[in-house]
């Protein structure tokens, strides 16, 4: 079955920098765009970013364009998501995703557990 | 960008009823929205995609309809299990991907 687990969220200071992986089981990781997902709390979802499924495009959301990179090596099964300038409001859950989808976004259709990312001085 | 306006956002029902909760596009949208179920403090899942295709293994009392800009889930019996928030989402010429504001639904 499909697996996606999320490490390397934590506490850090505004302005600093936190690095996301999401190691990818169950299925032909190349074959899938991936994106990461995040959710405030007590918030709804925020779409943050998406890599296609061989590394050759990326897109980013506004709030987050110039501060995160995606990225994925698909020799490792790994999706990253390197974050920079860290800001109090990018606090959140952040969640690996599957797209059913190569590249254009179709559909979301496996979710990791997700891990905590606290920007707090 | 395309905005989701989900309505209402929040319910109250109870086991047996039927729920019908509504997303509308800012613009056209084809078929282009799924829905996800989230229930407190997990990760959300796929419910229907493409307006109205049900994901696999989601029980077929869920359904979605719509098209265009104004898209409905309905839950026609609902169980003590699906009380959750649930999210739509468009992919329409996307990225970026918007979510809608969510629905809680409730029991009553």
């Known amino acids: 079955q499909v697996q996606l687990v999320e490490f390397g969220g934590g506490v850090v200071q505004p302005g600093r920098s936190l690095r996301l992986s999401c190691a990818a089981s169950g299925f032909t990781f190349r074959s899938n765009a991936m994106h990461w997902v995040r959710q405030a709390p007590g918030k709804g979802l925020e779409w943050v970013a998406v890599?296609?499924?061989?590394?050759?495009?990326?897109y980013y959301a506004d709030s987050v364009k110039g501060r995160f990179t995606i990225s994925r090596d698909n020799s490792k099964s790994t999706l990253y998501l390197q974050m920079d300038s860290l800001r109090a409001e990018d606090t959140a859950v952040y969640f690996c995703v599957r797209d059913h989808s190569s590249n254009w976004p179709y559909s979301l259709d496996n979710w990791g557990q997700g891990t905590r990312v606290t920007v707090s001085s | 960008d395309i905005q989701m306006t989900q309505s209402p956002s929040s319910l109250s029902a109870s086991v047996g009823d039927r729920v019908t909760i509504t997303c509308r596009a800012s613009q056209s949208i084809s078929s282009s929205l799924n829905w996800y179920q989230q229930k407190s403090g997990k990760a959300p899942k796929l419910l229907i995609y493409?307006?109205?295709t049900l994901h696999s293994g989601v029980p077929s009392r869920f359904s979605g309809s719509g098209s265009g800009t104004d898209f409905t889930l309905t839950i026609t019996g609902l169980q003590p299990e699906d009380f959750a928030t649930y999210y739509c989402?468009?992919?329409?010429?996307?990225?970026?991907?918007?979510f809608g504001g969510g629905t809680k639904v409730e029991i009553k």
């Open positions: 493409a307006a109205s």
């Open positions: 890599i296609w499924y061989d590394g050759s495009d990326e």
């Open positions: 989402q468009q992919t329409y010429r996307t990225p970026p991907l918007t």
